[in-house]
């Protein structure tokens, strides 16, 4: 029998310009993300900005060693990053609670509502443990309207604090992936 065929259907057009002008307004100049499709409608818009810089990194661990050196040379940074990748910065958290250091990731999730991919689903059910245990701040949005709030609201806990944060970006809220085949 053969499933529905149909493609990614990312809503981020509806959210990545809010979340652009919040962390302009925040004064976040560096954006370095391993690419994913959840996260391409603010990365084209940081690429743009010529007060920002867009790194593109090879693995996540980077974007937290990067964000970290960031901070201590006064630049405010937010990592982004798919919850496949939490996995690969457990070791390199450890340095921001050690140190006292922010962070904000905005995290796209997978592995949840809708995956085709069980490849995804054991990470994206961990990501949300795995932050907490290596002390990060969890915040979790399935609406976007409220994704804005939500990103403005981690950027001041993280730099008032000192503190890690995550926003996790459902499944629900990017849409999930969906494609053909036959069983």
Same mark, same amino acid.
């Given at each position: 029998?053969?499933?529905?065929v149909s493609t990614f259907q990312n809503p981020a057009g509806t959210w990545s310009q809010a979340v652009?002008?919040?962390? !302009?307004?925040?004064?976040?100049?560096?954006?370095?993300?391993? *690419?994913?499709?959840?996260?391409? %409608?603010?990365? &084209?818009?940081?690429?743009?900005?010529?007060?920002?810089?867009?790194?593109?990194?090879?693995?996540?661990? &980077?974007?937290?060693?990067?964000?970290?050196?960031? @901070?201590? %040379?006064?630049?405010?940074?937010?990592?982004?990053?798919?919850?496949? /990748?939490?996995?690969?910065?457990?070791?390199?958290?450890?340095?921001? !609670?050690?140190?006292?250091?922010?962070?904000?990731?905005?995290?796209?999730?997978?592995? &949840? @509502? %809708?995956?085709?991919? *069980? @490849?995804?689903v054991p990470m994206g059910q961990a990501t949300p443990d795995v932050l907490r245990a290596m002390g990060v701040l969890v915040q979790r949005v399935d609406d976007? &309207?409220?994704?804005? %709030?939500?990103?403005?609201?981690?950027?001041?806990?993280?730099?008032?604090?000192?503190?890690?944060?995550?926003?996790?970006?459902?499944?629900?809220?990017?849409?999930?992936?969906?494609?053909? /085949?036959?069983?």
């Amino acid at each position: 029998m053969s499933e529905p065929v149909s493609t990614f259907q990312n809503p981020a057009g509806t959210w990545s310009q809010a979340v652009y002008d919040v962390i !302009k307004a925040q004064d976040v100049r560096l954006v370095p993300f391993v *690419p994913d499709g959840g996260h391409r %409608g603010l990365i &084209e818009r940081c690429q743009a900005d010529p007060d920002m810089r867009a790194v593109t990194l090879t693995t996540e661990e &980077e974007g937290v060693a990067l964000a970290a050196g960031a @901070w201590v %040379g006064g630049v405010r940074s937010v990592l982004l990053m798919q919850s496949s /990748g939490v996995g690969n910065c457990i070791n390199m958290l450890s340095l921001l !609670k050690t140190c006292q250091m922010p962070l904000v990731t905005l995290v796209t999730m997978r592995g &949840e @509502w %809708g995956e085709f991919n *069980p @490849w995804q689903v054991p990470m994206g059910q961990a990501t949300p443990d795995v932050l907490r245990a290596m002390g990060v701040l969890v915040q979790r949005v399935d609406d976007p &309207e409220l994704l804005p %709030g939500e990103v403005d609201a981690a950027l001041r806990l993280a730099y008032s604090t000192y503190s890690p944060v995550a926003v996790l970006l459902s499944q629900k809220l990017l849409g999930a992936k969906k494609f053909g /085949g036959t069983k």
